[in-house]
């Protein structure tokens, strides 16, 4: 049984930092794991993903370079980092995870390519 644990959101300030970890159970090894967000009135849209035991990361363009994802194999868990936030970073941060370690840019904009899911964790960045 796959489960998927977020936890670090929070309340933070413009250029602020926060850390996200995605806790996995179940499976790990040689997956395509990513970060998806969805604020308010829009559609969840993927922001980062790496390859787990592999290495290979993956990010949107509108995370600019201040977004970083890596992963600890000994603890099965993946990281978002986030500094320099934005107000409008200011989302539900999701973790979810593929069967496999296909993985990329184009994975990140489909969340039907990703079959499990955690339950979320909410940032909000106040101007």
């Known amino acids: 049984h796959v489960q998927l644990v977020e936890s670090g959101g929070g309340s933070v300030q413009a250029e602020g930092s926060l850390r996200l970890s995605c806790a996995a159970s179940?499976?790990?090894?040689?997956?395509?794991m990513a970060w998806f967000r969805q604020a308010p009135g829009k559609e969840r849209e993927g922001v980062a993903a790496i390859v787990t035991g592999g290495g290979n990361t993956y990010y949107a363009g509108s995370v600019d370079g201040r977004f970083t994802i890596s992963q600890d194999n000994a603890k099965n868990t993946v990281y978002l980092q986030m500094n320099s936030q934005k107000p409008e970073d200011t989302a539900m941060y999701y973790c979810a995870g593929r069967t496999d370690g296909n993985c990329g840019v184009w994975y990140l904009t489909t969340t039907s390519a990703f079959q499990y899911w955690g339950q979320g964790t909410q940032v909000t960045v106040t101007s």
């Open positions: 179940g499976y790990f090894s040689k997956r395509c």
